[in-house]
């Protein structure tokens, strides 16, 4: 099992920068591909950016050149700066934690952290 907690979430201006993590704790932190999400009202949940365990990153077409996800193992916390904020990047953004091997795959979600870009 794998506990995810998002923070950093709020509010912040068009152009402006804020900062999410998620602290992951009840396993191996490490073994796992680390990604965010997120879901705007009235639409599905997409993905934005993903670290895998060897910290590979892929991002969104949306977020590219914007955000940055990276990963500190140590602290079991994977991050997203997010920069240049647009109001279409408001939206609930979730953490998701994988791992797969030996045909079995587990995946884990947190709870959400709210981001609004407004002026």
């Known amino acids: 099992q794998v506990q995810l907690v998002e923070s950093g979430g709020g509010l912040v201006q068009p152009g402006g920068s804020l900062k999410v993590s998620c602290r992951a704790s009840g396993s191996i932190f490490s073994w796992y591909d680390m990604a965010w999400y997120r879901q705007a009202p009235g639409n599905e949940r997409e993905l934005v950016a993903d670290?895998?365990?060897?910290?590979?990153?892929k991002y969104a077409g949306s977020a590219e050149g914007r955000f940055t996800i990276s990963r500190d193992n140590a602290k079991n916390t994977v991050y997203l700066q997010m920069n240049s904020l647009k109001p279409e990047d408001t939206a609930v953004y979730y953490c998701h934690a994988e791992w797969t091997g030996l045909s079995l795959k587990y995946e884990y979600w947190g709870q959400g952290t709210q981001v609004t870009v407004s002026s």
């Open positions: 670290i895998s365990a060897r910290g590979t990153t």
